[in-house]
């Protein structure tokens, strides 16, 4: 069975930082590409990052500078570092794996940065 587990969200001030942790089980973990997705309310999903199994990184234009992903494969853990956070990154944060036609997502984790 995955499973997907996200952690760290919460409550933060504008300019605070936060870093989201996903664990994931059931899978190969280092052979899947691995994202952080997100979805304010009224908003389609987005992707925020995406690393490789081979680390490469992508980021959204709109969180470049100030999010950083980054995978621990012994750990089987993906993480979403957040700095300098802004009211409009509020949303529920989503962590997926994917692995050519293999997609599995977690339950997502509440983000909230009050200005």
């Known amino acids: 069975q995955v499973q997907l587990v996200e952690s760290g969200g919460g409550l933060v001030q504008a300019g605070g930082s936060l870093r989201l942790s996903c664990a994931a089980s059931g899978i190969n973990f280092r052979i899947f590409g691995m994202g952080w997705y997100r979805q304010a309310p009224g908003k389609q999903r987005e992707l925020v990052a995406a690393?490789?199994?081979?680390?490469?990184?992508d980021y959204a234009d709109s969180v470049k500078g100030r999010f950083t992903i980054s995978r621990d494969n012994a750990k089987n853990t993906v993480y979403l570092q957040m700095i300098s956070l802004k009211p409009e990154d509020t949303a529920v944060y989503y962590c997926?794996?994917?692995?050519?036609?293999?997609?599995?997502w977690g339950q997502g984790t509440q983000v909230t940065v009050s200005s």
């Open positions: 997926s794996a994917v692995l050519f036609e293999r997609e599995y």
């Open positions: 690393i490789t199994s081979g680390g490469s990184t």
